[in-house]
Nanobody
Framework: QVQFRESGGGSAQSGGSLTLSCQAS???????MYWFRQAPGQEREGVAI??????TKYADSVQGRFSISRDNKNILYLQMNSLKPEDTAMYYC????????????????????WGQGIQVTVSS
C-alpha cells in the first residue's frame, strides 16, 4: 500500500513556474511513479512517468517544459516551467501497485495508487 501527501499547487502567471511535491509513504523504489492531470470537463491524462531505472516519459504537451524526479526521502516532484493556461488542471501523483514495474505507458491501465489531487491554475 502506498499513500501520498501532495503539496505545492496554486496559481501562476503564463510563462511562470511551479513545483509539485508528493510525499509517499510505503515502498516505492521499484514502482513506476506518475503525474496525471484532469481539467474540468475533460478526461484524466498522463503527464509524466518515472520508471525505477530513472527513465522518464512525458506527454507531448509538456515535453521540454515539465520534469519529473524523486529524491531519497520518497518525495516525487513535478517541476513545471513555461506554464500555459491549458496546464490548468487538478494534478495527481500515482504509483504502480506492482512493485516490479520496469516500464509503463500512460495508457497501459496498470493498477495504481493515487494521491488526492492538487489544483494548478495558470492565468494568461
Amino acid at each position: 500500500q502506498v499513500q501520498f501527501r501532495e503539496s505545492g499547487g496554486g496559481s501562476a502567471q503564463s510563462g511562470g513556474s511551479l513545483t509539485l511535491s508528493c510525499q509517499a509513504s510505503g515502498y516505492t523504489a521499484t514502482r513506476c511513479m506518475y503525474w496525471f492531470r484532469q481539467a474540468p470537463g475533460q478526461e484524466r491524462e498522463g503527464v509524466a512517468i518515472l520508471e525505477p531505472g530513472a527513465n522518464t516519459k512525458y506527454a507531448d504537451s509538456v515535453q521540454g517544459r515539465f520534469s519529473i524526479s524523486r529524491d531519497n526521502k520518497n518525495i516525487l516532484y513535478l517541476q513545471m516551467n513555461s506554464l500555459k493556461p491549458e496546464d490548468t488542471a487538478m494534478y495527481y501523483c500515482a504509483a504502480s501497485q506492482s512493485f516490479k514495474c520496469t516500464s509503463d505507458t500512460f495508457s497501459s491501465g496498470l493498477e495504481k495508487y493515487w494521491g488526492q489531487g492538487i489544483q494548478v491554475t495558470v492565468s494568461s
